[in-house]
């Protein structure tokens, strides 16, 4: 099968092929497409249909996220999952918004939820560690989201994800450890945490709401548990990987 479209669309095939031998190709559009950049395609539907058609199959492991929130409790995801900020950005966004100026207006979203986000605590927890955080992102891939890399240690070949997890409360050294991270800097960012896990739970602490997404696309409120499933769809892996 040929997805041509955003991550909420390949988010669609996806859960549509998951445990299916049936080969998912991937080609560029949509307002983001980070499987797109994971795997160095061309941002150009010719030159990348040419690359794929020379490619190669690679069995891989999804992402399962399990709420009560999602319907029928489980939803796959093949790049990251996230849960704080990003979250409720992604519950928030505007979809008007989003088909008028497309990704911008994740950023026109993100900046109001700057001034206005409470950086509510959760508790995250894993069979290596615990911690009481105010950002979590689960990651298949190494890109996140437009220039944004985070969890750059991630690997789509390989049945774990990596995690990383920060702790500020304060909307100031919030937007500061932003700039690292547009900057690439996110493994200087002060009370920030990585490292891999086959499995994580995020859950509030408090009576505030925190909100979850999944291949940016939103899945309600924690409680959630990310788990990885192997050996569960097969990707066309372009000529070059």
Not at 16 to 24: E, F, M, N
Not at 107 to 136: C, D, K, M, S
Request: aromatic share 8%.
């Amino acid at each position: 099968m040929v997805a041509c479209g955003g991550d909420g669309t390949i988010n669609e095939v996806v859960n549509g092929l998951a445990g299916s031998q049936i080969p998912l190709a991937v080609l560029p559009g949509g307002t983001a497409n980070v499987l797109v950049k994971e795997l160095s395609l061309p941002w150009d539907i010719p030159r990348a249909a040419e690359q794929l058609a020379r490619g190669t199959l690679r069995r891989i492991a999804l992402g399962l996220a399990l709420s009560p929130e999602i319907p029928g409790g489980r939803r796959f995801f093949i790049s990251l999952a996230g849960a704080g900020p990003d979250g409720k950005l992604v519950n928030s966004v505007d979809l008007q918004t989003k088909c008028r100026i497309g990704i911008l207006a994740y950023w026109v979203e993100g900046n109001r939820q700057l001034f206005t986000y409470g950086f509510p605590e959760f508790r995250i927890t894993t069979a290596e560690r615990e911690h009481t955080a105010t950002l979590l992102v689960v990651g298949r891939t190494k890109h996140y989201g437009g220039p944004i890399m985070i969890t750059t240690e991630a690997d789509l070949f390989e049945d774990r994800f990596e995690v990383f997890v920060a702790t500020a409360r304060n909307r100031w050294r919030w937007a500061m450890d932003m700039i690292k991270l547009l900057r690439g800097h996110h493994k200087t960012i002060p009370d920030a945490y990585f490292w891999k896990s086959t499995s994580v739970r995020g859950a509030p602490i408090g009576g505030e709401d925190v909100w979850a997404q999944v291949d940016g696309e939103p899945i309600g409120k924690l409680p959630v548990e990310f788990q990885i499933v192997p050996d569960a769809l097969t990707l066309v892996v372009p000529s070059q990987n």
